[in-house]
């Protein structure tokens, strides 16, 4: 019904072949509704001259690491402690 329930940013590289997602966010009374995968899926095909995405989210937030991962995002070994309990994980997906 046309009605915002939250957004997602795209940061393009010079190229156009790379992009940073960053941040995504969901009103709670949307989360869990599958608005968020589908978010995921129209930007990915929006700009499908993207070949290589990024982004990056709370390590201890189980439920988006599992999120990206079921999108196809691969876990980078790479981490950011930010403060004690919270540390950033980087994400990457290469689309052929």
């Known amino acids: 019904n046309n009605k915002r329930i939250g957004f997602i940013r795209v940061v393009f590289d010079k190229t156009n072949k790379k992009a940073r997602i960053s941040p995504i966010a969901i009103l709670p009374d949307y989360e869990n509704k599958g608005y ?15 070949k290589e995405w990024e982004l990056d989210t709370i390590t201890q937030e189980n439920k988006l690491i599992n999120f990206y991962l079921k999108l196809g995002y691969k876990l980078l070994p790479k981490s950011e402690k930010i403060k004690e309990g919270m540390t950033i994980s980087f994400f990457k997906k290469i689309v052929i």
């Open 36 to 50: 968020g995968k589908c978010s995921m899926i129209a930007i990915e095909q929006k700009f499908s001259e993207v």
